[in-house]
T-cell receptor, first 114, second 112 residues
Framework: KAGVTQTPRYLIKTRGQQVTLSCSPISGHRSVSWYQQTPGQGLQFLFEYFSETQRNKGNFPGRFSGRQFSNSRSEMNVSTLELGDSALYLC?????????????FGPGTRLTVT | AQSVTQLGSHVSVSEGALVLLRCNYSSSVPPYLFWYVQYPNQGLQLLLKYTTGATLVKGINGFEAEFKKSETSFHLTKPSAHMSDAAEYFCAAPVGNNRLAFGKGNQVVVIP
């Protein structure tokens, strides 16, 4: 089975712009979670989608949003980019929603905001 | 509230020596715990998971971890380090459906 794929892998944007990142989960997986990874804050949970519904949300401003499509693919959007949004954004898929299900991560999208 | 605690950022180990990475969890954490590894410029790869049952869990690449409820610990070990083990390792616990709280990570350096 193919793993979790994320596009693009690298992105450079300017402050004030917006960006959309894409994630395709493992075939058959219905849950997609997003995380932000920075050297200072480590790995932080953004949100989780299951059956096209946001089930869980982390402590991030409203500029961060996401959605999930009927084929379980997910996108996250960041509007009005700030320098502090520079990070590695990781997507993870899971078979179902629940604490006991392990998450499988994609390679990430490296976002640089200048 | 921090759910898992990893002590120490960088861990240096000689090739062939024991690798020991410590993780302690909050007592309120459900009985599911995970270790992930991240190689440079890559995502996280699941090393092993504890989901009740046997307290000694074996994972990939020769790693194992022991769940000790009395010590609220889930330390990761490998008897003999290999150069390919150089990576960053994260302990994680669920704090909601498909929501993981990660430790700060340990950067492992293997010295030849």
């Amino acid at each position: 089975k193919a793993g979790v794929t994320q596009t693009p892998r690298y992105l450079i944007k300017t402050r004030g712009q917006q960006v959309t990142l894409s994630c395709s989960p493992i075939s058959g997986h219905r849950s997609v979670s997003w995380y932000q990874q920075t050297p200072g804050q480590g790995l932080q949970f953004l949100f989780e989608y299951f059956s096209e519904t946001q089930r869980n949300k982390g402590n991030f401003p409203g500029r961060f949003s996401g959605r999930q499509f009927s084929n379980s693919r997910s996108e996250m959007n960041v509007s009005t980019l700030e320098l502090g949004d520079s990070a590695l954004y990781l997507c993870a898929s899971s078979l179902e929603t629940g604490e006991r299900y392990e998450q499988y991560f994609g390679p990430g999208t490296r976002l640089t905001v200048t | 509230a921090q759910s898992v605690t990893q002590l120490g950022s960088h861990v240096s180990v000689s090739e062939g020596a024991l690798v020991l990475l410590r993780c302690n969890y909050s007592s309120s954490v459900p009985p599911y715990l995970f270790w992930y590894v991240q190689y440079p410029n890559q995502g996280l790869q699941l090393l092993l998971k504890y989901t009740t049952g046997a307290t000694l869990v074996k994972g990939i690449n020769g790693f194992e971890a022991e769940f000790k409820k009395s010590e609220t610990s889930f330390h990761l070990t490998k008897p003999s380090a290999h150069m390919s083990d150089a990576a960053e390792y994260f302990c994680a616990a669920p704090v909601g459906n498909n929501r993981l709280a990660f430790g700060k990570g340990n950067q492992v350096v293997v010295i030849p």
